[in-house]
């Protein structure tokens, strides 16, 4: 297993600078999550690790070597992609053998590599099948088993999972977690969406235009956000933000406060007076949309149902250990 260091990282296409300057730490054995908007960087930055691409200057270290000159394939990493590229005319046995077969492993080892990654992702029974006769994720099992039989130093995933349905998602990331944890592998995983990053990563770094906005725990970033970008984009539905004339008790130099929507409350002497514009009843808790002053959108979620409709003016406030103040910068004070 490995430690990954990157250092100064820079990345330009035709004289267009996308990536400037990125330091990361990758500790033996974590988890870590790339996340960010489309186009932020985060595939260039995967792909210039795993040695796809050339970066444009820094370093990037591999167990403390430097890995800059060294070919993708003698990195020692392995990369799922979202299009999962398998060999359609192969089995999926084949599709796991071929990388090993290709750098002339012996037959038997191979054989018991393909099986006990087969085992471990519940592809067995259908080793003999071609792709065409699997299912999404079945496909992307046998995209990761493909990595596994490599047994590579380090991870890379590229949006595994974003060609699956909502529910084949859900249960696939409890998978690769539970991988994982049985791999001890260091993993780095990209994605866009910041739910499957809080649910999956050790350490998240927030990527914006090609720069890294904050690295820390799904909880770290969740409850003390580095500025206002961050803070809305970690949590669904998104933080609120309201002009902190509208609130009492605002720190000092204060611009803005954010308020997540679980954190809101109504009561009567809330500071904030909602406009409701639409409720979504979800059964278990009750979503209310509006406009606390007209340019701000703010979302209340309730426990349980509620009997609040559209058009309704409630009052809301927040705990004062649940607001977020930031400066006209947008950095958290
Ligand atoms: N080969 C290339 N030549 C020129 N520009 C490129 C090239 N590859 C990527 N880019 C640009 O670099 C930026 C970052 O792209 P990248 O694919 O890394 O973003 P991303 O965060 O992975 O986005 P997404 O979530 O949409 O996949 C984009 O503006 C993209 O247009």
């Not at 999404?136 to 493909?146: C, D, E, K, T």
């Amino acid at each position: 297993m490995a430690t990954l260091e990157l250092s100064k990282v820079v990345k330009t296409f035709d004289k267009t600078t996308i990536i400037h300057g990125v330091d990361l730490q990758v500790a033996d054995g974590e988890f870590v999550v790339f996340v960010g908007p489309s186009g932020c960087g985060k595939s260039t930055l995967l792909r210039i690790i795993s040695g796809l691409e050339p970066a444009s200057g820094g370093d990037i270290r591999i167990d403390g070597q430097r890995v800059n000159d060294v070919s993708a394939a003698h990195r020692g990493c392995s990369m799922v992609f979202q299009s999962y590229a398998l060999y359609p005319h192969m089995s999926v046995y084949d599709n796991m053998a071929f990388g090993l077969e290709n750098l002339g492993v012996a037959k038997s080892v191979i054989e018991s590599k393909v099986n006990a990654a087969a085992t471990m992702l519940q592809l067995a029974p259908l080793l003999q099948r071609k792709p065409t006769q699997l299912s999404g994720g079945q496909r992307q099992r046998v995209a990761i088993g493909r990595s596994i039989v490599r047994e590579p130093k380090l991870f890379l995933f590229d949006e595994p999972l974003s060609n699956l349905d909502a529910e084949l998602r859900v249960s696939m990331r409890a998978e690769i977690r539970d991988l994982h944890a049985r791999l001890g592998a260091t993993m780095v995983y990209v994605t866009h969406d910041q739910v499957e990053a809080m649910t999956m990563a050790d350490k998240i770094v927030v990527l914006r235009g090609g720069r890294i906005e904050q690295v820390g725990s799904p909880l770290d970033l969740y409850n003390r956000p580095c500025n206002q970008f961050v803070a809305g984009f970690i949590g669904s539905p998104r933080m609120n933000f309201v002009p902190v004339a509208q609130m009492p008790r605002a720190k000092a130099g204060a611009a803005t406060v954010g308020i997540r929507p679980e954190h809101a409350q109504l009561s009567d002497q809330g500071p904030l007076s909602m406009q409701v514009s639409q409720v979504e009843q979800l059964g278990s808790t009750s979503i209310l949309h509006g406009n606390v002053v007209p340019e701000a959108a703010f979302e209340v979620i309730l426990p349980g149902q509620t009997r609040i409709q559209r058009g309704d003016t409630v009052r809301v406030s927040a705990p004062d250990e649940h607001l977020h103040f930031f400066d006209p910068q947008g950095l958290r004070l």
